[in-house]
């Protein structure tokens, strides 16, 4: 079985890297800035129509506050990348936020953090697939009809290629990226060129349909609150902002820099492809609707349920190179890929924050561990089920799921800004360099403003989103935290129990006396080997133990015992109701009872098989006795082996893998030198 299952795991994940090899994983800022920032770069292709959907509810002359609102995020989005370049410096451990927050606010601050960003991580994945699917599916009819397999299909797929390696995925990931952001700056470049010199009129498939407004004439707080949820649904382009300053281990050094590096030309590129879409779509006049069946109207007549609304990055490629063109094919296929790609931000931010918290023993230690290619696997497959649950409870409805989008992000920003602020406050409480407290001042009027500004989106979206579905994401950081905080008090009270005492303690005094009883059923080869190296112990007290389930059994066994000569006590214990486990387990007890600084050593027989259907047909009584006896203290369990014929066809077959390479199999541990060879006498 093992090697029927190790030729697939090698071909599809590869084969498995030395653990000094970690060196060779780490990436440069052309594949990082893919790896780490494809989730903000994509989110340019529905962000904003996001903008444009909330601002539909008023109607089409609520359109023109759609460049505002632009601004507003671009200001944002400078004042997040600035905030972070400086976390990078500060911090460039790979803790992040989490870091940030947990050394600088506390452990409470910090496992809130960490809890935002686990639940955004985990959306990131569901919205990035499912608005990718929906992508897809304007050209595939197959993938709009089954969008939750289409999209579970894409997540198993993603994870296939990220249980593969940063490295390795994020080449994979880097061609779709940079075909994306060149196409959109082709379009952008095309569509102002042929607005602004060649005076063309550029028009979208939808703007010839009017917009029902469903609340005609708003003013006041009303206008106000339609214009701040819209701009917290702009906000969606600033997610995965934050995995930079969490991936920072995985950069090429000097990696503090690489990183800051990487996070100025994202925020850069993603501003850029925001503005020109907003642009370009007010230019061509796209049409949008929360409910385009009957809101948008045809000549005074509604759409219907027919109507097809694809998204605005579509529309606007299509008004500015024509439907059917290269370049618009070329656009939605990278548009798409991209989208489903988008979610590697979250597939590299999501283990490594996995890892630092299971170190931090507010998770399973199993997340802090290396896969064969030196990926936290699994955290790769953790936040794979997360996201495929969240898919089907929501039927991959980026509309639904975006919705609970950016609160947690926003959370993390709040709070990461807070700690820098008082993280420079203590440094500058010590620093006399002159020329280090200016750079100290500056960086931390950065964070301030960082704090300031996000803090008040943070209210934006909370007031806007809440009643929209933002309530679940903040259930899901409460049962993070919660989780978090029970599996940390769980871990602290098993290693209060185990310390070791700094004085004698019962568990290093030796015992008074060691009972050893030896499990019989039948007087065979398995019996006489325990009985020969329980001998060996050199026990205070040797018993044979067995269980009377069968008169006949038991006379036969005393017997041949008797015949046999065997210089050890037989206990026989009755079983009146045929049960062997218990009768075993209450003479265990009863004798800790009479003598509870004496130690009991069981010793079982086990035969040793070779095929996979004969483990069901032994074993099972010891494997029972030993679950029950290990909850008994002061009592040893001890199985004795007996290798059976068929044994020795599982050991050929384990000799034969280890002389069998799989595809891609390297031995593991140390690496023998090799000795140099011994020169001819020619000197050769």
């Not at 770069?41 to 509810?57: D, F, K, N, Q, R």
């Not at 009017?210 to 609340?215: G, N, Q, S, V």
């Amino acid at each position: 079985m093992s090697k029927l299952t190790d030729v697939p795991k090698r071909i599809l994940i590869g084969r498995a890297l030395r653990s000094d090899r970690l060196g060779e994983t780490l990436l440069p800022k052309r594949i990082a800035l893919p790896v780490f920032a494809s989730d903000p770069l994509s989110s340019v292709a529905y962000a904003p129509g996001e903008v444009l959907l909330v601002l539909s509810i008023a109607g089409v002359s609520a359109y023109h506050f759609s460049p505002w609102i632009a601004v507003a995020v671009v200001v944002l989005m400078f004042t997040v990348v600035a905030s972070y370049r400086q976390n990078v410096h500060a911090y460039p451990s790979g803790g992040g936020d989490y870091e940030v927050a947990n050394t600088n606010l506390g452990p409470k601050a910090g496992l809130t953090v960490a809890s935002a960003l686990l639940v955004d991580y985990v959306l990131t994945v569901a919205v990035s697939i499912s608005s990718g699917v929906e992508n897809l599916g304007s050209a595939v009819d197959f993938v709009i009809e089954h969008k939750v397999l289409s999209a579970i299909i894409m997540i198993l797929l993603l994870t296939l290629m990220n249980l593969r390696g940063v490295k390795e995925s994020g080449k994979l990931f880097a061609i779709p990226t940079y075909v994306f952001v060149g196409a959109v700056f082709v379009m952008i470049g095309w569509g102002a060129w042929r607005g602004l010199v060649m005076g063309d009129t550029m028009t979208a498939p939808t703007a010839h349909l009017e917009i029902k407004a469903e609340h005609q004439g708003l003013a006041g707080f009303a206008l106000v609150f339609l214009l701040l949820r819209a701009f917290s649904s702009g906000c969606a382009a600033l997610t995965g902002v934050e995995a930079i300053s969490n991936g920072v281990p995985a950069f090429r050094k000097p990696k503090s820099k690489n990183a800051a590096t990487t996070l100025a030309l994202m925020g850069g590129l993603a501003v850029t492809m925001f503005c020109g879409i907003i642009g370009l779509a007010m230019a061509t006049k796209v049409r949008m609707a929360e409910a385009p069946a009957t809101n948008l109207l045809d000549n005074g007549v509604p759409v219907g349920d027919g109507f097809v609304q694809h998204p605005v990055i579509s529309q606007v490629a299509e008004a500015v190179f024509g439907n059917g063109s290269i370049l618009f094919v070329v656009l939605a296929t990278a548009t798409a890929l991209v989208l489903f790609l988008a979610a590697n931000t979250a597939y590299n931010g999501f283990p490594l924050l996995g890892s630092i918290l299971a170190q931090d023993r507010y998770l399973p230690r199993q997340l802090h561990t290396r896969g064969d290619r030196l990926a936290f696997s699994n955290g790769i497959v953790l936040l794979a089920g997360a996201a495929m649950l969240l898919v089907w409870i929501y039927d991959a409805d980026s509309t639904k799921l975006i919705q609970l989008y950016i609160v947690g992000v926003f959370v993390s920003f709040t709070l990461s800004q807070i700690g820098m602020v008082r993280h420079w406050n203590r440094h500058l409480s010590t620093e006399r360099d002159q020329a280090a407290r200016r750079r100290m001042h500056r960086s931390r009027a950065i964070n301030t403003f960082g704090a300031i500004f996000t803090g008040l989106v943070l209210v934006v979206v909370l007031a806007t989103k809440f009643t929209h579905g933002a309530w679940v994401a903040l259930l899901g950081m409460l049962i993070f935290y919660g989780t978090m905080t029970a599996i940390r008090k769980h871990y602290d009270r098993v290693a209060s129990e185990i310390a070791a005492d700094e004085g004698p303690s019962d568990d290093s005094v030796r015992p008074s006396r060691v009972h050893s009883i030896v499990l019989v059923s039948k007087v065979h080869k398995p019996t006489l080997r325990a009985l020969a190296f329980a001998k060996l112990t050199r026990s205070d007290t040797l018993e044979a133990l067995s269980i009377s389930v069968d008169p006949a059994e038991t006379k036969a066994l005393k017997a041949e015992w008797e015949r046999r000569g065997i210089n050890v006590p037989l206990k026989i214990l009755d079983s009146p109701y045929r049960e062997i486990t218990r009768p075993v387990v209450e003479y265990v007890k009863g004798l800790r009872s009479e003598n509870p600084r004496d130690a009991v050593s069981v010793y079982i027989p086990e035969y040793v098989v070779g095929r996979w259907y004969e483990h069901l047909l032994h074993n099972q009584s010891a494997l029972r006795l030993k679950g029950r006896l290990l909850f008994t203290p002061g009592v040893m369990v001890t199985s004795v082996p007996y290798q059976l014929e068929s044994s020795e066809l599982a050991r050929r077959r384990a000799r034969k893998r280890q002389e069998w390479n799989a595809p891609g199999a390297v031995r593991r541990g140390p690496v023998d030198t090799p000795r140099p060879r011994a020169k001819d006498p020619a000197g050769k």
